[in-house]
């Protein structure tokens, strides 16, 4: 495996980081590089909670390599099988034009990886800068296969603010003491929601809050006066988080893998799915200090993990500190309360793009999609335990989504095969009800479908996420893939389009390719259909997304050669 060289970058010190960056002078004049790594999906023992258990990992890694790239970039990553569970691997954010079958989700671009099994994924980086992510898209095996894609910029041009001295990839992630595979067999048996994590993770460690975990707490090192760049993940599988350190102001300067109008704020919220870069002036005493975060619930009476991980950012002089007797003891940070939905739509709304940006103005497909949670009747029994003898469901527009077995979506569009999906998907709910009010019980059992949504190459495109109450209400953190996505608006209660659509702000709007769509409110999304291939949409939440919170867009090819879908790679695997 080749180790990725940053001639843009200052040297690392090395001690938080815990990797070597060998500086090449000669790669500051290479031109877009090809990068190959190897992906071994292995079990590997871990010890977390005061017990081992065998984890999924990528190279026996937990959290799994960051991958770095530049922009314009070339990665060949060969993925390979050694572990006894079907896989597949997505990188979240990577736009994949041209190479629609490297996307990953399995059943929609491909069959997955089998035990044995290898598949290499071949995807050029374009026009993308900043911080993403890779997991398995399987089931629900990214609870640890999962791990940074960090894309800095091309060779000549650097960061639209200060050159940060360190920089250091957060990956925010949920642990369970049981195989999360038998915690997802077990939901899907009963019916009833899915046991909560036992802990939540930073860099695969949950702190000094946890039993038996004191020892493996992650720590990183800071000169005081460095500027550090912070690049945060939320990885977790099912929950929203806050994230904040103790005495520190973070100026957020980035989202998703696009930059914004830098704010400072004291506490960053991310859905699963999303990233925030972070800048952090080590500025403050020389001592040890806490970062943390825990759960953003918007759910009421859902049950969750109310626990709180923890790492520590140490200045490199803070024993001289102890001399003075100043104490090492790191305090914890404060956390907003975990139904604090004030502090989330403050953060939010700050969110804006740097310049005036090219959002879409002319719509010519116009979508309202309804997303949220419902209930599948059923006989009273070990299987029916979900509230009131009921199964949970989830669906867009009531179309609640099951995944193919005989081919990948892609596939079947590609080759032509039968009876693996229509393409019906209503553009607007089937019934037109108060979405976030007392919603009738006669409205929350939804179909159950493989619909897509066929899009002509180009078209611009508008859809209005809306929230329903039925069951409850909860912010959903809906990902596009093949797409960044303009965020034009958000709101609570119904999306109103006389009141609503004046205030869009169609001059600087975020860009994300993930979008928490407010608890019981709406949030509006642009993008330009430019991608041919099919692309999944869902909750980043697992749980849900298992349920059916998901669609796919089919996008037609154009006219010209870079315009098609490309035949599939020879090595692509069968179902
Ligand atoms: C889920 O939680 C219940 C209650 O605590 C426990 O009995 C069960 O074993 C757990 N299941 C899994 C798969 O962790
Ligand atoms: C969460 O835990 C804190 C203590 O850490 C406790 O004060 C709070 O009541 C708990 N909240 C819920 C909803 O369980
Ligand atoms: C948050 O939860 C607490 C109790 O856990 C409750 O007293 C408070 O009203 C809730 N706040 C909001 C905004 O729902
Ligand atoms: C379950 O039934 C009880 C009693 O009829 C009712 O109060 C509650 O709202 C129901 N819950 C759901 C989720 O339907
Ligand atoms: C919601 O509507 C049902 C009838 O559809 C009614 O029985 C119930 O009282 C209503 N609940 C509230 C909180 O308005
Ligand atoms: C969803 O479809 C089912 C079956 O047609 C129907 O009973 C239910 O009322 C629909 N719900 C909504 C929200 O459209
Ligand atoms: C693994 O994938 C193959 C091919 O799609 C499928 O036939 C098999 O059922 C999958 N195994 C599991 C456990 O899902
Ligand atoms: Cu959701």
């Not at 023992?45 to 005061?50: D, G, V």
């Not at 629900?140 to 060779?155: C, D, H, M, Q």
């Not at 919220?269 to 943390?292: F, K």
């Amino acid at each position: 495996m080749k180790a990725y060289n940053l001639c843009h970058k200052p040297r690392c010190n090395g001690l938080s980081l815990g990797l070597l960056i060998v500086f090449d002078f000669l790669s500051c004049f290479a031109y877009a590089e090809t990068l190959y790594h190897e992906f071994v999906v292995e079990a590997t023992p871990q010890k977390r909670l005061c017990r081992t258990r065998s984890v999924i990992t990528v190279n026996g890694q937990f959290p799994g390599p960051t991958l770095e790239a530049r922009d314009g970039d070339t990665l060949v990553i060969k993925v390979i099988n050694s572990a006894r569970y079907n896989v597949s691997i997505h990188w979240h954010g990577i736009h994949q034009k041209g190479t629609p079958w490297a996307d990953g989700p399995e059943y929609v671009t491909q069959c997955p990886i089998q035990p044995g099994a290898s598949y290499t994924y071949r995807f050029t980086i374009e026009d993308q800068e900043g911080t993403l992510w890779w997991h398995a898209h399987s089931r629900w095996l990214r609870a640890t296969v999962y791990g940074a894609l960090i894309i800095y910029p091309k060779p000549g041009s650097s960061y639209p603010f200060s050159m940060p001295n360190l920089e250091i990839p957060i990956l925010l992630g949920e642990w369970w003491n049981r195989d999360p595979l038998d915690v997802l067999r077990q939901a899907i048996f009963t019916g009833a929601g899915p046991n909560v994590s036992d802990a939540y993770t930073i860099n695969g460690q949950p702190g000094d809050l946890y039993r038996c975990s004191r020892k493996g707490t992650v720590k990183f090192f800071v000169n005081f006066g460095d500027l550090v760049l912070l690049r945060i993940i939320n990885a977790a599988l099912n929950q929203q988080l806050f994230f904040t350190i103790t005495n520190h102001k973070l100026t957020v300067v980035g989202a998703d893998a696009a930059y914004n109008k830098p704010f400072t704020a004291s506490v960053i919220i991310l859905g699963p799915g999303q990233t925030t870069n972070v800048l952090l002036s080590a500025d403050q005493t020389p001592r040890r200090y806490y970062m943390a975060a825990r759960a953003y619930t918007s759910a009421q009476n859902v049950p969750f993990d109310n626990t709180t991980t923890t790492a520590i950012l140490e200045y490199i002089a803070a024993p001289c500190s102890v001399q003075k007797g100043i104490p090492l003891r790191p305090t914890l940070p404060r956390l907003p309360a975990y139904n604090d939905t004030t502090t989330v739509t403050a953060f939010s709304r700050q969110l804006k793009s740097p310049t005036r940006v090219n959002v879409p103005t002319e719509i010519d497909e116009s979508l309202f999609f309804t997303v949220g949670l419902g209930f599948v009747n059923c006989i009273p029994g070990p299987q029916c335990q979900g509230p009131n003898n009921t199964r949970f469901a989830a669906s867009i527009n009531n179309v609640s989504f099951v995944l193919p077995r005989k081919a990948s979506l892609l596939q079947a569009y590609y080759q032509n095969i039968p009876g693996v999906f229509t393409t019906d998907f209503p553009a607007v709910p089937p019934v037109t009800f108060d979405y976030t009010g007392n919603v009738s019980r006669a409205l929350w059992q939804p179909v159950f479908g493989t619909k897509l949504y066929q899009l002509e190459f180009s078209s611009r495109v508008q859809i209005v996420l809306q929230d329903t109450a039925i069951l409850a209400a909860e912010d959903h953190p809906m990902h596009l893939h093949g797409y960044d996505f303009y965020v034009v608006g958000q709101g609570f209660g119904n999306f109103d389009p006389g009141r609503d659509t004046a205030n869009f702000n169609l001059i600087d709007p975020p860009q994300r390719n993930t979008i928490d769509v407010p608890v019981g409110g709406w949030a509006v999304i642009r993008f330009v259909a430019d991608n041919p291939g099919v692309w999944l949409m869902h909750c980043h939440i697992d749980a849900h997304l298992t349920w059916g919170l998901a669609m796919s867009f089919l996008v037609e090819d154009g006219v010209g050669e870079s315009q098609l879908i490309m035949p599939p790679p020879e090595d692509f695997p069968p179902c």
